[in-house]
């Protein structure tokens, strides 16, 4: 194994050998001639040659100070062009950025917005990765992860994006004919209900509904149970019953007129989504430009809808955790 080398006292020597004194090397460095002078001494000590040749009236390069000035020369050079370098990418938002997020956070945070992001950051690209847990992102060398809900733990930082949530119970304009519209959210329990599960968990979905002061918290019956919000949405679609969603991911189908949104009027607005990280992530440049992109997305997308029904999104409850 290669012994470590010293960077110690190589600034020092070379800028005398520039200056051509050990005052003015002081003056350039910020500190006094002495100490410069004990620098190049504890440097010729490491080296075993004399560098520099003094007197009282000036100081001057020795053959073997001017060889070994021609041989550091360069690689000094290159370290000087390195760290500036490194000072620019710490200030550039640049590297590859490692997101956990649920598939309904990727379909209605990221990819909304991963055109205009790329397109206004060349330098930095993402990874996205589909995961229904909570992972550990330390461990797992995540940057951020997103969710639904206040699920955030205590180590790390939370901050609200995306647009405000409002949940939506809905069904097929088919469903609805054959079946019939529930007036009341207990109207529900004998309809054919599409559940969602928690992973990992294991645990099923309870159907929150406000409305006033009243407040219902249902669990609902049916034959299809999934795991993934949009095998919830697609068997609404095929009429195979009623499920309960959020805003965002449906409402194109709703405009479309292939799903029908019904208890508009006990439907509660939602915690919402959280971008989430270690404290030690937020100065990075690659997240600091991700979190700043979905803040002023959201403030462009924000509504009354934060106290729709009397009911502030703090006090909402969460979806799909």
């Not at 550091?72 to 390195?82: G, R």
Request: proline fraction near 5%.
């Amino acid at each position: 194994m290669k012994r470590l080398i010293s960077l110690d006292g190589i600034a020092h020597f070379m800028t005398v050998a520039e200056t051509g004194s050990f005052r003015a090397a002081g003056a350039r460095l910020g500190i006094s001639p002495s100490a410069v002078s004990q620098a190049v001494r504890a440097l010729e000590a490491r080296l075993g040659v004399v560098l520099l040749s003094r007197s009282t009236r000036s100081v001057a390069l020795t053959e073997a100070g001017k060889r070994y000035l021609d041989m550091i020369a360069p690689a000094m050079a290159d370290l000087a062009a390195a760290q500036e370098k490194v000072g620019e990418a710490a200030l550039r938002p640049s590297g590859t950025l490692r997101l956990n997020v649920q598939r309904g956070a990727h379909m209605l945070i990221l990819q909304p917005i991963l055109a205009d992001f790329l397109e206004a950051y060349p330098d930095i690209d993402i990874e996205a990765v589909i995961d229904y847990g909570i992972p550990d992102l330390v461990s797992e060398h995540f940057d951020a992860g997103i969710r639904f809900g206040d699920i955030i733990e205590k180590d790390m930082i939370g901050i609200a994006v995306g647009p405000p949530l409002q949940a939506h119970v809905l069904a097929s304009p088919g469903y609805l004919r054959k079946y019939g519209t529930p007036e009341h959210p207990t109207d529900l329990m004998r309809h054919n209900c599409i559940r969602y599960r928690f992973m990992p968990s294991g645990l099923i979905e309870r159907w929150e509904f406000i409305k006033g002061n009243e407040r219902l918290s249902l669990t609902v019956h049916g034959r299809l149970i999934f795991n993934d919000s949009m095998m919830l949405v697609q068997a609404a679609l095929d009429g195979l019953g009623i499920t309960y969603m959020v805003n965002g991911n449906v409402d194109q189908l709703m405009e479309q007129g292939r799903l029908v949104r019904v208890l508009a009027d006990w439907s509660p607005p939602l915690a919402g989504f959280k971008l989430y990280f270690p404290e030690r992530h937020r100065t990075e440049p690659k997240l600091r430009a991700l979190i700043d992109f979905l803040k002023d997305r959201r403030a462009k997308s924000k509504s009354d809808s934060d106290s729709a029904f009397g009911l502030s999104i703090r006090e909402a409850p969460s979806l799909r955790q």
